[in-house]
């Protein structure tokens, strides 16, 4: 704007049509500034809850848990062979025997010894658990036949909650014959009811055959850049022997016989792969043309008079199949009494096959499948089967070592900022404490692990992956935050209050400890609380102090071994099994909500006493 001066008065010019372009500019400045804030604000939060939002949707199958409810004959022979009703002898008895029994049982055609064995990968290994300690604290059992929850397989749990294949199922529309019961049978229906079946195949062919072209293109480029260094070692050959080299003849012809070796084969590859090309597009030209199933394709299964086949041949108007449950009867299935059931996943890339799949439907049907809350994945410890898994023993090695954090770094941390504010002379000696303090808050938390790791474990000989020395690096990755916290808190206190104590008659110390201290309080706890959350949530210093330990049964004291949330979750992470992940996510989960109530309870404790003066 401009500023004119008439006779002495300073005035501003607000009319012409500069001051008002100003104005706006002034005007569009300030909306952008908001634009970008508010920009910034918004994407800051869809982060958040992309973030959230993977983590809950991994973790909650990992808080529940599917278990079978299988009729258990409790057999003296393999319990108590002896009848001593020992607590101790029945305690050792074969359980899993018991449970693998029952559910044999319960399928009848799975007699040959690799349909027993895929019967079994149903069950977890510690399926009788509940039946053991039943029977231990109640002896009387044995002899009789209990219907006990046995624990699943972490694949078979993880199929029931949706996480391995989709599986869609249609009713058939015409009249399903079979022509047998077992074994190796074929169903013709009167309508056409298969043909997008085979069409599916159809497609599965084409998309085999331009992943195959391509693959086949991109050999013969290899083998072709072989050829044409195989020609330039050649002429280098040729160059070689004209100038009577012989050593560097020697070394050209192997690299010859090297390239040429390589052409050959990557050509031969490519050449083998366009006849398959060919071949698939013969057949996928043909659509009314038979196909087989392999296992790189959708798997499909036919639900046919109380029986399950495997189809490995489909056509338009029937299929070619193994029976994996054999049917009761050969008689014709009406529409609609009969199903086509698609496991869309191939079974090529499944865990499980699809008789392990069908018998796992099979019980589902049976009413046998029972969901409840996975009270385990909080009370057991760690383990190598994931659903047995649970984070009972990083809960508590957690909590032994904020105890041992706690227990030094409040004290010593109050302690510490009560002298630097109160009692220490201002010179260069506290200006240069003063300085490090606040250079080790912001020191990476690996040097702290690296310190503790030389300090403590090798030059005091601490046991290894003991909550004590967790405590204690921790307690040194905190302690800065702490003072610093409790400084800002204390400078918060009026000096009026300890100035009026002072002429009352009370010493420097009273009117610190029995005035200023209290007031200060409110801020410190909050500093603190906020310091522990931190340090809850660390791992790289844990980890270099060898808290990595497979951690079954919790420990009991700081000395024992011991591991973390963090630690476990990073654990947890890095195995390859599925059932895993959503161990993962929901123990991440348990960690932060950990984390906001002890933020929360930070921001209750300064709502609540905080004053303003």
Known sequence: MTDTTLSGVRTIDLGTDAARARVKARYRAEARFRFYGLAAIGLTAIFLVVVLTDIIVKGLPAFTQNSLQLNVNIDPAEIDPKGSRNPDDIRAGDFQALVRNALRAEFPDAKDRTARRQLDSILSSGASDYLRERVVADPSLIGQTVTVPVLMSSDGDLYFKGIGTKVVKAAGLGTATPSGTSGE???KSTSNDFANALALVKQALTTQARNEAREAERLQGFATSAETRAKGLEADIAAAKSANNASRVAALESQLAAATEEATSLSGRAKELREDVAALEQRYKNPTAPEPITDRMPSLLIAINGGVV?????SGDGVKGDTLISLSSADPAAPGAWQIVNYQTPEGSRRLNDRVVTWLDVLKERGLVQSQFNWRFFS?????????????????????TLLVTLVLCLPLGVAGAIYLEEFAPKNWLTEIIEVNINNLAAVPSIVFGLLGLAVFLNFFGLPRSAPLVGGLVLALLVLPTIIIASRAALKAVPPSIKEAALGIGASKQQAIFHHVLPLAMPGIMTGTIIGMAHALGETAPLLMIGMVAFIVEPATSIFQSATVMPVQIYLWSDLPEIGFQARTAAAIMVLLAFLFVMNGTAIILRKRFERRW
């Open 185 to 187: 049978i074929e169903i």
């Open 310 to 314: 495997k189809v490995t041949d489909v």
């Open 380 to 400: 057991s410890g760690d383990s190598r089967e994931p659903e047995l898994a649970g984070i009972r023993g990083a809960l508590v090695g957690s909590a032994l």
